[in-house]
């Protein structure tokens, strides 16, 4: 599969992950939600490695790869189903926007790459205010949104250590092995946050959040994910969650026009500020070299 495809499908995914997150959560229990899709991903991967020939590796190497991939998946997704009680879908997808920021001080940290410069602290620090200025919005957010915020920027967290964590244990796993095992890591966390925290359900879902379900678990899960892990293992953590610039816009749009969310001008005044941080963040430094270099060939 060429590197642009699977991108491209990320994108995809990545812009409706949220609205389908916002339905299945709200038309059910959130857990159990979050649960499901991971069972069907899970029951659909299988049967399918095997037709590919491939097998899973459950060496050293390959476990500690799948663990790490399983920060993301559960952690990532479960804390974002429970923000959803709280934000609108395209908020949520908003805030997903700082996961190459994060992403970048966790390279840092833990992929020993170069210290971030005058230019990536200071989109850093736009971004930062942007988020101030979009969450700040109480016509566009419901009451007791600093909680889904919150919970929002853990899942946010989760999901940037993921990555960096899974190239760093640079396990050379087929993306269909390297997802199948983060979901078979990731299931028992969910089953026991859903008994936890949930309970058992006593009805089934109806038919949008069952719908919804369904395709978080073909689409956001499983042909994400492989996605996901497929160009992950190609380009840098960063490179990836550039999708995070595309993605909000996507995502503000659908939920707006599908899910009657109020996207006001403070909302939008920071999502500017977000993307022109990004912007800075992730090509500052190409852009000043490239400028400099040019003053040089012209002197």
């Known amino acids: 599969m060429p590197v642009l495809v699977a991108y491209c499908v990320v ?25 499901g899709r991971m069972l069907i991903a899970a029951c ?36 974002a189903y429970i923000a959803a009680a709280w934000l609108p879908s395209g908020i949520m997808s908003l805030l997903f926007g700082l996961a190459p920021l994060l992403s970048g001080l966790y390279a840092r940290w833990w992929l020993k790459s170069a210290p971030l410069d005058k230019l990536q602290w200071l989109g850093f620090a736009l971004a930062l205010g942007g988020l101030a200025i979009a969450v700040s919005d109480s016509l566009a957010l419901p009451p007791g949104s600093w909680k889904g915020v919150v919970t929002m920027l853990l899942a946010v967290n989760c999901f940037a250590a993921s990555g960096v964590l899974v190239q760093r244990e640079r396990a050379g796993l087929h993306p269909l092995v390297q997802t199948e095992g983060a979901l078979l890591v990731s299931l028992p966390l969910y089953l026991l946050a859903a008994l936890l925290v949930d309970g058992v359900p006593q009805a089934w879902p ?73 912007c800075a963040y992730l090509f500052g430094p190409q852009w000043r070299a490239r400028l400099r270099g040019g003053a040089v060939t012209r002197s």
């Open 44 to 79: 659909i991967g299988y049967p399918l490695l095997r037709m590919l020939g491939l097998k899973m590796d459950f060496g050293r190497v390959a476990i500690r790869s799948y663990v790490a991939a399983a920060l993301g998946i559960w952690g990532g997704m479960y804390f």
């Open 206 to 278: 109806t038919q949008r959040p069952l719908g919804a379900i369904v395709y978080l678990g073909i689409f956001g899960s499983l042909i994400g994910y492989l996605c996901y892990y497929f160009v992950l293992a190609r380009l840098s953590a960063s490179t990836v969650a550039l999708a995070t610039l595309i993605t909000p816009i996507f995502a503000m749009s659908l939920g707006a026009a599908l899910n009657g969310e109020i996207v006001s001008s403070r909302v939008l005044a920071g999502a500017l500020f977000i993307v022109v941080g990004l």
């Open 11 to 35: 994108l995809m995914v990545w812009s409706t992950t949220p609205l389908a997150i916002s339905w299945s959560a709200s038309g059910w229990l959130p857990a159990w939600s979050a649960m």
